[in-house]
């Protein structure tokens, strides 16, 4: 069967092994004097604060967390969460809404427990920030802006609280989805482009452990020529104890693991630009162009010259899935 034009990215992450689990969703309000503490906390929360400020300490660090900004709550020892509102808000409710969730490694312990024990992980992330790069202020104007910026948020938040009230396998579906959606689009604009890539390194050399190095070779340096040996070397074992290792914790045998990456970014090369085929194929690793281009017909279903014609919008128009 040849497919006339399709995108297929194989998804490899992380997530496909965390054990993502919604406790609860709540839009709640809290009168001056509100506060919780809680020693420890053993579950992470995700908040928007709609309305008034909290001051948020969990272990040592500590945050006084405004509306128009997102809170991500990990475990942690010790937390407290105290209303504190500013002099022209005295009488006015928090208002949050957000949800409690864990997130669990195959060893059973929590991601960001993980993450926030090698990682300065931020409490709090403006959502003008997080949309177009603005400032968070104390005037009037500032907060109003603020408050723009976070509707579109708010609306998903809305949903999680909606879907968590349905009975049906549906709803508990949509919820626990659009759930994990929204802590890892806050998590990504916390942490940013960079400490993304190190909250990556830190997850996968925990669940990889000593294949760990050999995955960050093959992705830095995939278009160089790399055999079982090279890999092993930087994993610090021997090929054949490498080799068992790593088809028992990636699932495949390394070189196959390799042949579909150099795949996977030649293609990402054809879709997007006007490298030729043989130009691709020796910047993804492959020194013959005829060896490569059987390769890809047999990995995506059609030739790397079809694929380029395939991925370009004007043959897509009119198209069916």
Partial sequence: MLWLARDHVEFDSWSRRVEFRLLAAYDVAG???????????????????????VRLRLDEGEALIEAGHIALLHPCARRLSVNEPSL????????????????????????????????SLPLSLSLSSAGDGGEAS????????????????????EQVVRATRGQGLGSSCAASGLAQWLFGRALSAMLGREGEKAALDIL????????????????????????????????????????????????MPPMEFLRRYRLQQAARLLENGSVPVSE????????????????????????????????KPSSRAGTTP
């Fill in 88 to 119: 022209s808000e005295r009488g006015s409710p928090l208002e949050i809404i957000g949800f409690s969730f864990q997130a669990r490694l195959p060893d059973g312990e929590e991601a960001l427990q993980v993450l926030a024990r090698s990682l």
């Fill in 138 to 157: 104390a005037s009037q104007q500032a907060e109003e802006s603020q408050q723009a910026d976070a509707l579109p948020w708010r609306a998903s938040f």
């Fill in 280 to 311: 691709a194929a020796a910047r993804c690793g492959f020194e013959d162009a005829a060896h490569f281009s059987r390769a890809f017909r047999a990995h995506f279903g059609l030739s790397p010259t079809e694929f380029r014609h395939a991925s």
């Fill in 204 to 251: 996968r050399r925990r669940e990889h452990g000593e294949v760990a190095s050999a995955l960050s070779l093959i992705e830095s340096s995939y278009a160089q020529p790399l055999d079982v040996a090279a890999l092993a070397r930087a994993a610090h074992l021997s090929p054949k104890h490498f080799a068992r290792r790593w088809k028992l914790q990636i699932g």
């Fill in 31 to 53: 009168a001056r004097g509100w506060s919780i503490e809680m020693a420890p906390q053993e579950w992470s929360e995700l908040w928007l604060i709609q309305r008034g400020r």
